[in-house]
């Protein structure tokens, strides 16, 4: 691991750990024992680093997105899986999302990412939704208002679970990631043919 990928690391525990507002370059530069001016050759501001470990969550969400586009045969299984990888990967970067709306005020770069990736989500989550409902995961007569709207509400609920976890429930990662992973698959029992809603129940209601 070289310097930057040392200070990109140390920036994201740190993040995490006390928030963005608290963490200072100087900060960063102390716990990794090096000079404040060696971190500024590789990072002039705090700004610079928050861009790029913005631009890694979006990457690796990109992956996860990718792999369950590529899927030609869907399962529930599969529907899982990918809604708890993304809140484990939302969980390793959780300081963005609890301290999100004074990111995106001060960062307008990321302001415009954000905005960018909200409109392309929600087409992949169409393309998902699709493939689910051609695998007689989903039923068939789901209107499209409905669709459209589900889309928002998972949305509102990935980028807002972290602080609710903050605040209100407290549990650690592992706890965190399990609860929060059910919590927004649950939104999709309503979606699930007969069939699957009774494999749902057997194999995750009794897990809550």
Same mark, same amino acid.
Request: one cysteine or more; aromatic letters at 14%.
């Given at each position: %691991?070289?310097? *930057? !990928? *040392?200070?990109?690391?140390?920036?994201? !525990?740190?993040?995490?750990?006390?928030?963005? =507002?608290?963490?200072?370059?100087?900060?960063?530069?102390?716990?990794?024992?090096?000079?404040?001016?060696?971190?500024?050759?590789?990072?002039?501001?705090?700004?610079? /680093?928050?861009?790029?470990?913005?631009? &890694?969550?979006?990457?690796? %969400?990109?992956?996860?997105?990718?792999?369950? *586009?590529? %899927? !030609?045969?869907?399962?529930?299984?599969?529907?899982? #899986?990918?809604?708890?990888?993304?809140?484990?990967?939302?969980?390793?970067?959780?300081?963005?999302?609890?301290?999100?709306?004074?990111?995106?005020?001060?960062? $307008? &770069?990321? &302001?415009?990412?954000?905005?960018?990736?909200?409109? @392309?989500?929600?087409? !992949?989550?169409?393309?998902?939704?699709?493939?689910?409902?051609?695998? =007689?995961?989903?039923?068939?007569?789901?209107?499209?208002?409905?669709?459209? @709207?589900?889309?928002? #509400?998972?949305?509102? /609920?990935?980028? =807002?679970?972290?602080?609710?976890?903050?605040?209100?429930?407290?549990?650690?990662?592992?706890?965190?990631?399990?609860?929060?992973?059910?919590?927004?698959?649950?939104?999709?029992? $309503?979606?699930?043919? &007969?069939? #699957? #809603?009774?494999?749902?129940?057997?194999?995750?209601?009794?897990?809550?």
């Amino acid at each position: %691991m070289n310097t *930057k !990928e *040392k200070i990109l690391y140390k920036a994201l !525990e740190l993040f995490n750990e006390k928030g963005y =507002n608290a963490v200072t370059t100087r900060h960063i530069a102390a716990e990794l024992g090096i000079s404040a001016g060696n971190l500024h050759y590789h990072f002039k501001h705090s700004e610079d /680093i928050l861009t790029i470990l913005f631009t &890694e969550l979006t990457l690796k %969400m990109d992956e996860i997105m990718n792999v369950m *586009k590529k %899927m !030609e045969n869907k399962t529930l299984k599969d529907l899982y #899986q990918f809604t708890r990888s993304s809140c484990e990967v939302f969980y390793s970067y959780r300081f963005i999302f609890i301290n999100f709306v004074d990111i995106l005020n001060e960062i $307008p &770069e990321i &302001e415009a990412q954000y905005e960018g990736i909200n409109f @392309s989500r929600k087409e !992949e989550f169409q393309q998902i939704f699709s493939g689910f409902q051609k695998n =007689n995961i989903f039923k068939k007569d789901i209107p499209g208002f409905l669709m459209q @709207s589900f889309t928002e #509400q998972i949305f509102i /609920i990935a980028d =807002n679970w972290l602080t609710h976890n903050r605040l209100i429930l407290k549990l650690d990662k592992e706890a965190a990631v399990r609860h929060y992973t059910l919590l927004q698959m649950n939104l999709f029992y $309503p979606l699930l043919n &007969e069939k #699957q #809603q009774k494999l749902y129940e057997q194999q995750y209601i009794g897990d809550q």
